[in-house]
């Protein structure tokens, strides 16, 4: 399950709020192959107002409710993400966390890692905090059990290599045999329900980049912007709106076997709300 996957099935668990989460992760490289990870998590404060009326009241600090145990999600305590570090890779270690609202009032907060070698860091489904993992193993669901996708690193001189599995590890969550099925059995097209997940997902964002500090002497990745890498950029509510993505999710219902990586890559090449690097591997040279 890769983190698209993985941040629905989490929504679920949040009182079927899917369009709760707005996350993206950055991780920046020095010539010497350290750097940081920062990591950014915030909910919609529509979704805690509503959670708040059901819940009765409460707070946090910042208006928001006392949501019982989806308080660690909104504001987690240092202790557990200093333990969520091990998630990121051996060796990295918690530098700080900053709870607050982001550029549109999303409620969340930021939290900083730091390494001394990029190679020991990992980036793939286990990359959420304790308590979202914690929630999403309380829908019946575990980490690990299918191959997700995922970023790692080598380095050779001044010479940054990035491995990504996204499109492999995307296959799992674009086609999902179970809600082809049911929507099956409601006598519909899978890309029929899509609309409803456009609507349920307004606002939720995913991304994953790589930032370069230092000059950029030479690189193959495609998205660029100065010296930060756009691994992957999801607004997931235009994805659910796009009809080439609700096509492709109609033409996988028909023919599952005909899902193959380089379909993937083709459908997200072209897709809307979405930028990703498509190649398995990106080679970046740092000055």
């Not at 009032?105 to 993992?133: C, E, H, M």
Request: proline share 3%.
């Amino acid at each position: 399950m890769n983190r698209l996957g993985t941040a629905i099935l989490l929504l679920a668990a949040c009182l079927f709020f899917s369009s709760c989460i707005r996350t993206s992760t950055v991780v920046s490289v020095k010539k010497d192959g350290s750097g940081d990870i920062v990591t950014r998590y915030y909910f919609s404060p529509q979704v805690l107002a509503l959670l708040e009326q059901a819940s009765g009241g409460g707070g946090l600090g910042l208006n928001v409710p006392d949501l019982g145990g989806l308080q660690g999600l909104v504001t987690p305590e240092r202790e557990s993400l200093e333990k969520d570090s091990a998630i990121y890779g051996e060796g990295v270690t918690y530098v700080k966390h900053d709870p607050g609202r982001d550029d549109e009032g999303w409620i969340g907060y930021t939290v900083q890692y730091k390494f001394d070698d990029i190679r020991t860091v990992k980036l793939d489904q286990n990359s959420l905090p304790g308590a979202a993992r914690e929630y999403v193993e309380a829908t019946g669901q575990s980490f690990g059990e299918e191959e997700g996708g995922s970023l790692t690193f080598t380095m050779e001189g001044n010479e940054l290599t990035i491995h990504s599995t996204m499109i492999a590890g995307g296959m799992n969550d674009l086609v999902d045999q179970e809600q082809i099925n049911q929507a099956k059995e409601m006598g519909m097209k899978p890309s029929q329900t899509l609309p409803m997940a456009a609507s349920a997902t307004r606002g939720m964002k995913i991304a994953f980049f790589v930032r370069i500090d230092g000059e950029v002497v030479e690189t193959t990745a495609e998205h660029t912007t100065g010296n930060l890498i756009i691994m992957s950029d999801t607004d997931v509510s235009s994805v659910m709106q796009d009809p080439d993505f609700a096509a492709f999710i109609d033409n996988a219902a028909e023919d599952p076997d005909a899902v193959s990586e380089e379909s993937l890559r083709e459908l997200f090449r072209n897709i809307e709300g979405m930028t990703i690097e498509l190649a398995d591997e990106i080679k970046v040279t740092i000055e």
